[in-house]
């Protein structure tokens, strides 16, 4: 039987979509992969990208490396960027972060009127398509895109809009939701009454992936998700003990969902785990201490040994 290093070393070699595989039959090797260390040591070797892009008002998003690299490196992957969209005020909307696709929203004018155009691109490799546009004429509430195979490519955008009447008889809030499938490269609206809710989507919320869902946080600390494959809704809470904090995050840790709670006395957070998406069992894993801003929170998780926070002052 192969070591561990041994492993990691071969897996070093792999394209991202071969170690996601591997996630699934070893544990140790799971733990492993997602520490800074392979991570930094796989993309010199497979050539890969790993970063976020920064918005900031009237400008392109802005790509920073996840993980520093050489200077000859740097300049190759500082490059990439959205300028080669044809348009030059694309919003990002939505992203798959385990693949690259972004979900872009531009303007195009048509005479005296301005249309938004969707656009689907892969900033790593410049490729972009323009898809068709959903129902437009309502508020969008919550978007979402998520890759379903690669081979072939296939992926689907899920959006969620708020009519005129956006409450029932009943007192559910009532909101349109439409699907956009690759493979018919056409938009659907699911039907209404299996999406009456009696809590409401916070605007413009950022979901995370995991389990091959999409998932939000709702005002009332409880979790709406969406699965791609058979286009059905759920809900399910966080952990007991913090269904009365208002400082949750949800963030995606070790390919997982999990749950941050700031922690303002301590300059810190805890992180929560869903380790079983059928069972909805939560695991505390970790405490982040000594923060130099006591109002800094948790964003994201690079890997499981590196957490990215955002200070009170704007600053990453």
């Not at 071969?18 to 796989?42: A, G, M, V």
């Not at 005129?164 to 699911?190: I, P, Q, S």
């Not at 494959?229 to 009365?244: A, C, N, Q």
């Not at 400082?247 to 922690?263: A, C, D, P, R």
Request: charged share 25%; with cysteine; proline share 4%.
């Amino acid at each position: 039987m192969l070591n561990q290093d041994v492993i990691q070393e071969i897996l070093s070699h792999c394209p991202a979509t071969e170690i996601e595989r591997f996630h699934l039959q070893n544990k140790e090797c799971n733990k492993r992969s997602y520490e800074l260390r392979f991570i930094d040591h796989h993309l010199h070797r497979a050539n890969s990208v790993f970063g976020y892009f920064v918005h900031y008002e009237e400008k392109y998003p802005r790509f920073v490396p996840g993980v520093e690299a050489g200077q000859e490196e740097k300049e190759d992957k500082t490059q990439i960027s959205l300028q080669f969209l044809l348009q030059n005020n694309a919003e990002i909307k939505a992203c798959d972060t385990h693949h690259g696709i972004l979900l872009c929203i531009g303007d195009r004018f048509k005479g005296a009127k301005t249309i938004p155009e969707y656009i689907v691109c892969k900033p790593a490799t410049k490729q972009y398509w323009i898809i068709p546009n959903p129902k437009t004429r309502y508020l969008t509430i919550a978007t979402g895109l998520m890759v379903i195979s690669l081979t072939p490519c296939r992926y689907k955008i899920i959006r969620v809009s708020e009519p005129r009447r956006w409450t029932t008889k009943e007192g559910f809030y009532n909101h349109n939701c439409e699907v956009f499938d690759y493979d018919t490269f056409a938009w659907k609206r699911l039907n209404v009454n299996d999406f009456e809710l009696s809590e409401f989507f916070p605007r413009e919320a950022i979901p995370v992936s995991a389990y091959g869902f999409l998932h939000w946080l709702t005002r009332k600390n409880n979790v709406i998700r969406f699965c791609m494959r058979t286009e059905t809704w759920s809900i399910f809470s966080v952990p007991d003990v913090l269904l009365d904090d208002s400082s949750l995050i949800l963030v995606s840790y070790e390919g997982k969902l999990g749950v941050t709670q700031h922690l303002e006395s301590r300059n810190g957070a805890e992180l929560w785990v869903l380790e079983n998406s059928l069972r909805k069992s939560w695991v505390k894993v970790a405490k982040i201490t000594a923060l130099k801003d006591e109002y800094a929170k948790p964003l994201w998780f690079p890997s499981n040994d590196v957490v990215s926070v955002a200070a009170s002052s704007d600053r990453l």
